[in-house]
């Protein structure tokens, strides 16, 4: 239905908005590495391969993005 699909419109513009917010908490290589794991799906262990940082630093630079994200929707 319409509402529907104006609904979901506007739930991916908050998300587009938040993540925008969110992004500019972190530095780039953080952002860059959570959008590689958490967006693309990448592997932990090629990401961190690809930035020169622990498979650890990946899931923890993560985690805190994706922490920092659900404070945006409380």
Excluded at 14 to 38: C, H, K, N, Y
Excluded at 42 to 61: I, K, M, Q, T, W
């Amino acid at each position: 239905s319409v509402a529907e699909a104006t609904e979901d419109e506007y739930r991916r513009y908050l998300l587009g908005r938040i993540m925008q917010i969110v992004q500019s908490d972190f530095p780039p290589p953080t952002w860059q590495i959570f959008e590689q794991v958490a967006i693309k799906g990448r592997p932990g262990v090629d990401v961190a391969r690809e930035f020169g940082v622990s498979v650890n630093a990946v899931y923890l630079g993560r985690s805190r993005v994706l922490a920092r994200l659900r404070e945006g929707f409380a």
